[in-house]
């Protein structure tokens, strides 16, 4: 899951649907949870739901964008600060491994506490559903994993013909401007894990994504002032 910054509050809102705009601007067209890009339908998600919170019902700090399945995944389930991962609070990049087939899994190398709260991330947003670990198939509007496989299909064949162009500036271009109109930051970050000029390039082209979370090429690091 994409790590964000989604920066200093633009201004005080008077409905927090106000800050549809300026969230779109700072973190780009895409679900802070599932990363799809979508051109219509994001909301502004309260990461403490504002039913449970009303105190950060207008909170900058408490808003991402989520997509209709990611919100009702989570519904209005107050959730712990300390059960979960955030992605504006840690590098959510290294909780959560993406493989070939838009599969989801908590990262293997991860102590238990930090397992235990990757686990509460997936489970909070349903991100980890899949049709091939019994969850409703076609038939299903949550159509996430399909989504994901697809993006990952594209994925490969951009890494291919980025080989082809003999990994030249006008190709990684491509690949960079494919991967923001397909979105799924994690799934290309993922297949081109052993390009640094095309990762850097990601991590610098998706708007909003927290710069601190990365090295110079592109591998995920540390979050200062977080566990992971
Ligand atoms: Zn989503």
Redesign the pocket.
């Known amino acids: 899951m994409r790590p964000i910054d989604r920066g200093p509050a633009p201004l005080a809102y008077a409905g927090y649907g106000d800050a549809i705009d300026d969230l779109v601007n700072r973190l780009g067209r895409y679900?802070?949870?599932?990363?799809?890009r979508l051109p219509a339908n994001l909301a502004v998600e309260h990461m403490s739901p504002k039913s449970v919170n009303e105190a950060l019902r207008l909170d900058w700090n408490n808003f991402l964008l989520?997509?209709?399945?990611?919100?009702s995944a989570k519904g209005d389930d107050d959730v712990a600060e300390g059960d979960v991962l955030w992605p504006d609070r840690h590098n959510t990049m290294r909780a959560i491994d993406y493989s070939a087939g838009g599969f989801v899994r908590v990262a293997e190398d991860l102590d238990d506490e930090l397992n235990r709260r990757a686990k509460g991330l997936l489970n909070l947003?349903g991100l980890h559903r899949h049709v091939a670990n019994g969850y409703p198939g076609p038939a299903s509007r949550d159509r996430?994993w399909e989504q994901r496989e697809e993006a990952w299909a594209t994925a490969e064949k951009c890494r291919a013909d980025f080989v082809v162009l003999g990994e030249s500036e006008p190709a990684l271009r491509l690949v960079v401007q494919a991967a923001k109109y397909c979105g799924f930051f994690s799934v290309w970050m993922t297949v081109f894990r052993e390009f640094a000029e095309v990762k850097r390039a990601l991590v610098e082209e998706f708007p909003g994504t927290a710069l601190t979370c990365f090295d110079h090429a592109g591998n995920s690091i540390r979050r200062p002032h977080s566990p992971i």
Do not use: L, Q
């Not at 679900?31 to 799809?36: A, G, T």
């Open positions: 679900c802070s949870y599932c990363e799809r989520g997509c209709v399945n990611c919100n947003v996430r």
